[in-house]
C-alpha cells in the first residue's frame, strides 16, 4: 500500500469511495453523494489551505481509501485543532489501510501545526470508535440523537487524540 498526498486528479475516485457510504452508512449524514466536481472544490479548499488529503493505493494503483484534517471550525480561537474525515473503499474494510491512513494524517496535521485532531463519528460507527481507539484517540462526548438517517435516530460519538505537544506547550503563535 502507497500513502501519497491527494490530487484534484483523484476526485473522481474519492468521490466514487465516499458515495458508498453516504447511501448505505451512518458515518456520514449527507444523504445525496457529491458530484465529481463538488468533491474536486472540497479537496481544493483543503489543499490550498495547506493541511493534509492524504490518499492509499494498493500495488495496482486501485484507492483504497482517503483521509484529511481540517480545521475544526473556521472561527480563529479553533486554529489549532482539526477534525479528520476518513473513509475507505467498501469491500476493503479491514485490510489495515484505515490504521494506516489515520497515522499518516495525525502526522502530517502535526507538521501542519495542529494541536489536537477530532473524530466526529456519524451513528456512533462501531468500526470508526474501534479505528480511533487503535491510534489513541479516547472518547470526548456523545450527542444523541443528533441526527437521523434510514429510518433511525443517530448518535454522534466524539474523540480526540493530541498531536505532538498537544496542550503541554503553548503554540508558536497565538491566533489573532
Ligand atoms: C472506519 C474505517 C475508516 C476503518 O478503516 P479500515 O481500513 O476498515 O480499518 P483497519 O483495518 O485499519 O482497522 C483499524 C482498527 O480498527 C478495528 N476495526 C476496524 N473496523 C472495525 C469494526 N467494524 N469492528 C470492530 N473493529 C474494527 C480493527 O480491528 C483495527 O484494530 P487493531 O489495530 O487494534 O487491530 C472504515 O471501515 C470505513 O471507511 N468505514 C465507513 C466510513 C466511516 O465510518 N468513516 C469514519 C468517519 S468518522
Keep these: ?12 475516485e474519492i468521490a466514487a469511495v465516499y458515495a ?9 449524514y449527507e444523504t445525496r453523494p457529491p458530484g465529481i466536481a463538488e468533491m474536486s472544490s472540497r479537496m481544493a479548499k483543503v489543499i490550498d489551505a495547506g493541511w493534509p488529503w492524504l490518499v492509499a493505493r494498493d500495488a495496482s494503483g486501485l484507492l483504497l481509501g482517503y483521509a484529511y484534517a481540517s480545521q475544526f471550525r473556521d472561527r480563529t480561537a479553533y486554529r489549532y485543532a482539526c477534525e479528520n474525515s476518513i473513509y475507505i473503499r467498501h469491500d476493503r474494510r479491514g485490510e489495515g489501510t484505515g490504521k ?17 485532531m477530532f473524530a ?4 456512533a460507527e462501531p468500526g470508526s470508535v474501534a479505528l480511533h481507539a487503535a491510534c489513541g484517540f479516547v472518547h470526548a462526548g456523545r ?3 443528533i441526527g437521523r438517517k434510514h429510518g433511525h435516530w443517530l448518535d454522534t460519538v466524539y474523540m480526540q487524540a493530541a498531536l505532538g505537544e498537544g496542550a503541554l506547550t503553548p503554540p508558536p503563535e497565538e491566533p489573532q
Excluded: E, K, N, Y
Excluded at 494524517?105 to 489536537?116: C, I, N, T, V
Design 1 to 12: 500500500m502507497l500513502i501519497t498526498p491527494a490530487i484534484l486528479d483523484d476526485a473522481a
Design 20 to 28: 458508498h457510504h453516504v447511501i448505505h452508512g451512518t458515518a456520514s
Design 100 to 116: 494506516a491512513l489515520l497515522i499518516a494524517l495525525m502526522q502530517a496535521a502535526m507538521h501542519q501545526g495542529f494541536r489536537q
Design 120 to 123: 466526529v463519528i456519524g451513528g
Design 143 to 145: 450527542m444523541q440523537a
